[in-house]
């Protein structure tokens, strides 16, 4: 079974752009969570996904912004990048709520 | 509002000893749901185990093993005969069940380096 696939697998960027990111959940799952990873702030909750609908928001400015497509798969925007974005932003997916949830290898977005 | 402190930012230890990393919680709900993930050098969160709240019985797979104690709001694990291959940062996180999703809290993590 395929497991969970982002893409790209890097990425540089500068002030003032903006990202798409993509997710690929294990085929089945419909739930869909995204996480950023910082050395500062460590491992922190963005949004979570769930047949199309977002279900839960971290705290987050609305420059981070996500969706889900019929098949499950996600992606994540993040508009008028800022030198602190530059983190590691992890997907997860599950089969449904509180179940464990399996990571794919994450996007590594740098911002010069 | 729910937090997640592993104590422990980094441990140093020699192959075959044993080694345990604290977690605790806080959290205000009665149903919620303790993980462990393991992250090595790769970057992929690898999940290793799921615990609810009403499940206080620990848990041993292979060299690994788990202690749930919600007296003491605590979820610790414990490497027995450490390889160099178990070296990597490991992640206690906490969900609760009252937001029907999957808002994992993550404790800071605890970085095992086991030497040869």
Redesign the interface.
């Known amino acids: 079974k395929a497991g969970v696939t982002q893409t790209p697998r890097y990425l540089i960027k500068t002030r003032g752009q903006q990202v798409t990111l993509s997710c690929s959940p294990i085929s089945g799952h419909r739930?869909v969570?995204w996480?950023q990873q910082t050395p500062g702030q460590?491992?922190?909750?963005l949004f979570?996904y769930?047949s199309e609908t977002q279900?839960?928001k971290?705290n987050f400015p609305g420059r981070f912004s996500g969706r889900q497509f019929s098949n499950s798969r996600s992606e994540m925007n993040v508009s008028t990048l800022e030198l602190g974005d530059s983190a590691?932003y992890?997907c997860?997916s599950?089969l449904n709520?509180?179940?464990?949830?399996?990571?794919?290898?994450?996007t590594?977005l740098s911002i010069l | 509002a729910q937090k997640v402190t592993q104590a422990q930012t980094e441990i140093s230890v020699v192959e075959k000893e044993d080694v345990t990393l604290d977690c605790v919680y806080e959290t205000r709900d009665t149903t919620y749901y303790l993980f462990w993930y393991k992250q090595p050098p790769s970057g992929e969160l690898v999940f290793l185990i799921r615990r609810n709240s009403f499940d206080e019985q620990n848990e041993i797979s292979g060299r690994y093993s788990w202690n749930f104690q919600k007296s003491t709001s605590s979820f610790n694990f414990t490497i027995t005969a450490s390889q160099v291959v178990d070296s990597a940062v490991y992640f206690c996180a906490l969900s609760e069940a009252y937001n029907a999703g999957n808002m994992l809290t993550f404790g800071g993590g605890t970085r095992l380096m086991v030497k040869p």
């Open positions: 739930s969570s996480y460590g491992l922190q909750f979570e769930f279900r839960n971290g590691l992890l997860a599950s709520s509180n179940q464990p949830q399996h990571f794919g290898d994450g590594r």
